[in-house]
């Protein structure tokens, strides 16, 4: 079974600084797939980034990045420029690699509550 | 697209009642997710259907817990009886069959239920 862990329960950063999310996970599948969704007060489920292992290139999206490294099973996200409306719930999640006709569910660590304070 | 519409947005029920959550997936998903929420276990898998089948069930608590998919655009997650232990946020999520074009699986959220059993 797959594992994800999120050492940090909650973080707080000055709007317009950088901030870093860790996420380790513990699994014995070579290809997966990880993701970072975040979940603001209205409490949406709203997918940040993705990332397929079996590439190399860390997954960007604007202001968001992942520093992906396999062999330490480290999935760790950068916030740059933090804006108030990136305070939420932060959750890094697994999921196994798929067919080309699969699915899988996702296996969701315990989150990190980040506040951006103006 | 409208995205993965979930009802009722709150209940509040008493125990010992029948709870009856619904999902609206998108069109042309084929898959679909429940999730729920807990502080002290936080985001989990109950259940997930293919092709309106259920492939996945172990995550579903107990007896009291039952899902159908009577056709591909709509989902119940009935709780009966309900106990205050069943109180949480109850996510759907749809998906694809497999990755979209971009390479990787996407499973896309509602915005949940949120569930108080007194």
């Known amino acids: 079974a797959q594992t994800v862990t999120q050492s940090q329960p909650e973080m707080s950063v000055q709007e317009a600084e950088t901030v870093t999310l860790s996420c380790t996970y513990d699994?014995?599948?070579?290809?997966?797939?990880l993701f970072w969704y975040k979940q603001p007060p209205s409490r949406q489920m709203i997918l940040v980034i993705r990332?397929?292992?079996?590439?190399?290139q860390n997954a960007t999206e604007n202001r968001f990045s992942v520093n992906f490294q396999k062999a330490a099973k480290s999935f760790s996200l950068k916030i740059s420029d933090s804006q108030l409306g990136d305070t939420a719930m932060y959750f890094c999640?697994?999921?196994?690699?798929?067919?080309?006709?699969?699915?899988?569910?996702?296996?969701f660590g315990t989150g990190t509550r980040l506040t951006i304070i103006p | 697209d409208a995205g993965v519409i979930q009802s009722p947005r709150h209940e509040v029920t008493e125990m010992g009642q029948e709870v009856t959550l619904r999902c609206k997936p998108i069109?042309?998903?084929?898959?679909l997710f429940w999730y729920r929420q807990t502080m002290m276990r936080g985001l989990e898998l109950l259940i997930y259907?293919?092709?309106?089948?259920?492939?996945?069930d172990s995550g579903m608590p107990e007896d009291r817990f039952s899902a159908k998919m009577p056709n591909a655009s709509f989902s119940t997650l009935k709780i009966q009886p309900s106990e205050p232990r069943d109180s949480a946020v109850y996510f759907c999520?749809?998906?694809?069959?497999?990755?979209?074009?971009?390479?990787?699986?996407?499973?896309?959220f509602g915005a949940g239920t949120r569930l108080s059993v007194l």
């Open positions: 999640a697994f999921m196994k690699h798929v067919s080309n006709f699969g699915n899988e569910k996702l296996t």
């Open positions: 259907f293919n092709n309106n089948v259920p492939i996945d």
């Open positions: 999520a749809s998906s694809l069959a497999g990755p979209d074009g971009s390479g990787v699986v996407i499973q896309y």
């Open positions: 990332q397929e292992a079996y590439k190399q």
């Open positions: 069109s042309g998903h084929d898959y």
């Open positions: 699994t014995s599948e070579n290809n997966y797939y």
